[in-house]
């Protein structure tokens, strides 16, 4: 069989329900990396429209302009509502929900609603325990990549995000925006008891 004939479901491996709860998170992970990897070598084959300034390739037209809107900075979609603009359709559309406060996505286990997909994926591992991202240098495990790439900022010692008032810098970008209070005087979490007002949730 010529490789241009391959499918997915040629080269997938599948896992029953018992199987994958007994791989440990790096086993999940590197099958997660290796799927994906073999699903991006499958795709390319049958991706014509390229882009000219990255070596990111689409299988529609359409998704090769707005693509394209990542390099020049062009953002046509805007919110009626905000006046907030968008590189794409779709996330207008998800931008919408936080005005509109659908949330379409409804956890079966607990009830709790969430506006895009990803967020209700993340939450159910709060009902499974699955903590899929591994740090390669402590073994410490996540639930939520972001948490992860955090996470790694401190064995690197990066701190990427640097409030433009003082200079002072952050490993997380929630970090900066409670620093940035101290300049703006902002207090947003209210006691309800005693009406006193505070920086961050954690200390009211």
């Not at 409804?106 to 325990?129: E, I, M, P």
């Amino acid at each position: 069989m010529g490789l241009g004939q391959l499918t997915y479901d040629d080269v997938h491996i599948h896992f029953t329900q018992e199987e994958w709860a007994l791989l440990n998170p790096s086993q999940k992970c590197l099958y997660t990396d290796v799927m994906l990897e073999t699903y991006r070598n499958l795709t390319a084959i049958e991706k014509p429209y390229g882009c000219n300034q990255c070596d990111k390739a689409f299988t529609r037209n359409a998704q090769l302009k707005s693509h394209i809107r990542t390099h020049t900075g062009e953002k046509p979609y805007l919110c009626n509502q905000c006046g907030r603009a968008f590189s794409d359709a779709s996330t207008l559309r998800y931008h919408d929900r936080t005005h509109t406060g659908e949330k379409p996505y409804v956890c079966n286990q607990c009830g709790r609603a969430f506006s895009h997909v990803s967020n209700l994926q993340c939450h159910h591992r709060t009902h499974t325990g699955e903590k899929p991202y591994e740090c390669n240098q402590c073994g410490k495990a996540f639930a939520r990549n972001g948490h992860l790439k955090s996470h790694i900022r401190t064995h690197t010692g990066e701190k990427p995000y640097e409030c433009n008032q003082c200079g002072k810098a952050f490993v997380r970008n929630d970090q900066l925006k409670i620093h940035i209070r101290t300049h703006t005087g902002e207090k947003p979490y209210v006691c309800n008891q005693y009406g006193r007002a505070f920086l961050e949730a954690s200390t009211l």
